[in-house]
């Protein structure tokens, strides 16, 4: 097996990690996540850290090591820290409210956008205009962020929609006489 481009994956204090052939399961203080690996990868855990290889220098294989390793890396962190992503709302008039795992979104339509949280996902409103999605998945947090965001995407004229923390909206120029 290959060593080159190892990197290991320090595994922190009270979590317990499942190497399995085909799977591989990281469960720790905040919950309990898993994720099936290529059948050529191979996951080891050498005391407090996991050693990810590969069988030889391919390119499917060096993208398959790469994979596993970022996802695994990102199962524990997940399980340890969780995973977070902040949406900005801007617009007169549109805010948000989030009641037990339902989030309300007053986006300018006629009717509120009402999103459920997913088994593992909640919502917090620190503000009226802000919204942050929580959880130890950071593919669902990323996805039920991004569907937040669709809802009401930002538009280029004036700016007003639903944006990621930090995002720059690209601004155009409005008709001249």
């Given at each position: 097996m290959s060593r080159i481009g190892r990197k290991p994956i320090p595994v922190p204090a009270g979590v317990e990690i499942k190497i399995e052939p085909e799977l591989v399961t990281v469960k720790g203080p905040k919950g309990e996540l898993s994720e099936r690996i290529s059948r050529d990868i191979s996951v080891v855990q050498e005391g407090d850290e996991l050693i990810v290889?590969?069988?030889?220098?391919r390119g499917e294989h060096?993208?398959?090591?790469?994979?596993?390793?970022?996802?695994?890396?990102n199962m524990v962190e997940g399980v340890t820290d969780g995973f977070q992503k902040k949406l900005e709302i801007q617009g007169v008039g549109y805010r948000a409210a989030v009641s037990g795992s339902k989030l309300?979104?007053?986006?300018?339509?006629?009717?509120?956008?009402?999103i459920v949280a997913p088994e593992g996902i909640s919502f917090d409103v620190p503000q009226p205009t802000s919204v942050t999605v929580i959880g130890i998945s950071k593919q669902m947090v990323g996805e039920i962020a991004a569907n937040i965001r669709k809802s009401r995407p930002p538009e280029p004229y004036k700016g007003k929609g639903?944006?990621?923390?930090?995002?720059?909206?690209?601004?155009?120029?409005?008709?001249?006489?």
């Open positions: 290889t590969r069988p030889t220098d060096r993208a398959l090591h790469g994979l596993s390793r970022s996802l695994i890396a309300t979104l007053a986006l300018g339509y006629s009717h509120p956008v009402e639903i944006r990621y923390e930090g995002e720059h909206v690209i601004r155009k120029v409005g008709k001249r006489a």
